[in-house]
């Protein structure tokens, strides 16, 4: 059902956006780029963190890593990803459908300057097969999300 919601999320909102459906598994940032046909660093891969008060969503370029000093000094907390059994929970999303649409929880937004490198990137679409193609500017107007740089 957690497409479902993200399909839901676009119409309720009026956005213009599809949720591409590859046969092919996309769980992951090297099998959506083969999948989809893309440079894996422009899957934005989309992880969620436990903070001491919250759980919040990073969107990164694919094959970015989280710099750990990094993310402490601008949450002042240690980063800690929400456990896997957790994340759907959370989310709405499986583990490898994980995006900052159609989620069951509101939660904080954040993305990572990796993401600039492109003008168009593919976060997940709600399930472990499927990806939405946004513009990057539009990504941070339908998210919300605040930019940070907190990956390697």
Not at 4 to 15: H, T
């Amino acid at each position: 059902m957690s497409i479902e919601s993200v399909k839901q999320y676009f119409l309720d909102n009026d956005l213009p956006l599809k949720v591409i459906e590859p046969e092919a598994d996309t769980s992951t940032v090297e099998k959506a780029a083969m999948a989809i046909g893309v440079e894996p660093d422009m899957i934005a891969k989309t992880l969620a963190f436990q903070l001491k008060e919250k759980c919040i969503l990073i969107l990164t370029k694919g094959g970015a890593r989280t710099d750990n000093k990094k993310f402490k000094n601008y949450f002042k907390e240690k980063a800690k990803f929400v456990p896997l059994e957790d994340v759907e929970g959370v989310t709405g999303h499986p583990v490898g459908g994980v995006c900052p649409f159609g989620l069951t929880n509101e939660l904080e937004i954040y993305l990572d300057i990796s993401l600039k490198e492109f003008n168009t990137v593919y976060p997940a679409g709600g399930s472990p097969n499927s990806a939405v193609k946004i513009d990057v500017d539009y990504l941070e107007e339908v998210t919300k999300g605040t930019w940070i740089d907190v990956s390697k």
